[in-house]
């Protein structure tokens, strides 16, 4: 697997990769992420394409389940630990 190239953010660390014909897209926020596979194809074939893809929808989908991913990880801490 090669690194193809970042893609900026503000808020999240954001890194393509390629291996066998298919991307990979990491999406990173504090100690958590999130990699979406992504075949390549006549629509999706360079670093860019994968730029195009990523839209404000997406991106703001992809916060959204960090923020829920944070949450369960804090439940699952305060189950862990209850308070007294």
């Given at each position: 697997?090669?690194?193809?190239?970042?893609?900026?953010h503000p808020l999240m660390r954001i890194?393509?990769?390629?291996?066998?014909?298919r991307?990979?897209?990491?999406f990173?926020?504090?100690?958590?992420?999130?990699t979406y596979?992504?075949?390549e194809s006549a629509?999706?074939?360079?670093?860019?394409?994968?730029?195009?893809?990523?839209d404000d929808q997406l991106i703001d989908e992809c916060l959204?389940?960090?923020?829920?991913m944070h949450k369960s990880?804090?439940?699952a801490f305060d189950r862990l630990t209850p308070n007294t």
């Open positions: 697997m090669r690194i193809v190239g970042t893609i900026p890194t393509v990769f390629a291996m066998n014909m991307y990979s897209v990491k990173e926020m504090g100690q958590m992420e999130q596979k992504i075949r629509h999706i074939n360079s670093l860019e394409d994968i730029s195009l893809l990523l959204n389940h960090f923020t829920a990880m804090e439940a």
